[in-house]
């Protein structure tokens, strides 16, 4: 069975600090990853998405995660912290195959920024 | 375009009672999917329909059912609420087709509180 493991339920960095948040993926295929970010009493937003077509994948915000095959990873990183990025962040895969709209997603990771 | 919206926002129940929630998705959408979000649980996946068929079940009880009509819009019921229903309850729709990388896009979810 799919399932993903956020390393983290908490991340603390000052403002203008690099923002890495970890993901990694348990299956014997790699899924389709996902990356989504929920503000508090909002619903998830997509920050970037894993599609095969490149390792290195860029989403908004200035947010991108790299697709690591032999590591199982697909972490979430952002070179320069601000504050409007203070949030949860969730990591999601989708199996492929029959798995159809079924995300499975990680625990979560609380990004807090200081200024 | 709008996005996806779900009503009612708030709904305060008692054990035993059943409930019903509503998604509208994005226009052009044909997929709906359900997801509970709850602090010791996270976001858990329940049903995804398309063109008024489930195609997918998470692992839940048979007391959790939804529908989704000819518009595309979707209803989830809960019926004989119990105290650990109380959750978020997200819908998100996406185009539906069969690309595991097919985004789905959230709703502000609707917060159930069972007394």
């Known amino acids: 069975a799919q399932s993903v493991t956020q390393l983290g339920s908490h991340v603390s960095v000052s403002e203008g600090a690099l923002v890495l948040l970890r993901c990694n993926y348990s299956s014997s295929v790699p899924p389709y990853l996902f990356w989504y970010v929920q503000y508090p009493n909002q619903g998830l937003q997509l920050l970037l998405k894993y599609t095969s077509a490149a390792t290195l994948v860029k989403g908004i915000n200035g947010f991108e995660a790299e697709f690591k095959k032999s590591e199982t990873s697909f972490h979430l990183t952002k070179p320069s912290a601000h504050m409007s990025d203070a949030a949860e962040y969730f990591c999601?895969?989708?199996?492929?195959?029959?798995?159809?709209?079924?995300?499975?997603f990680g625990q979560g990771t609380i990004l807090t920024v200081h200024p | 375009k709008a996005g996806v919206t779900q009503t009612p926002r708030y709904l305060i129940k008692t054990r035993g009672q059943q409930v019903t929630l509503s998604c509208s998705p994005i226009?052009?959408?044909?997929?709906v999917s359900w997801y509970q979000q709850t602090p010791g649980q996270g976001l858990q996946f329940l049903f995804e329909y398309f063109s008024e068929t489930q195609r997918n079940k998470g692992n839940f009880p048979g007391r959790f059912s939804g529908r989704q009509f000819s518009n595309s819009r979707s209803e989830m019921n809960v019926s004989t609420l119990e105290l650990g229903d109380s959750a978020l309850y997200l819908c998100a729709s996406s185009l539906g087709g069969a690309n595991p990388t097919d985004t789905q896009y959230f709703g502000p979810g609707t917060r159930l509180t069972v007394l």
């Open positions: 999601a895969a989708n199996a492929g195959g029959t798995s159809y709209g079924k995300l499975t």
């Open positions: 226009s052009g959408h044909r997929s």
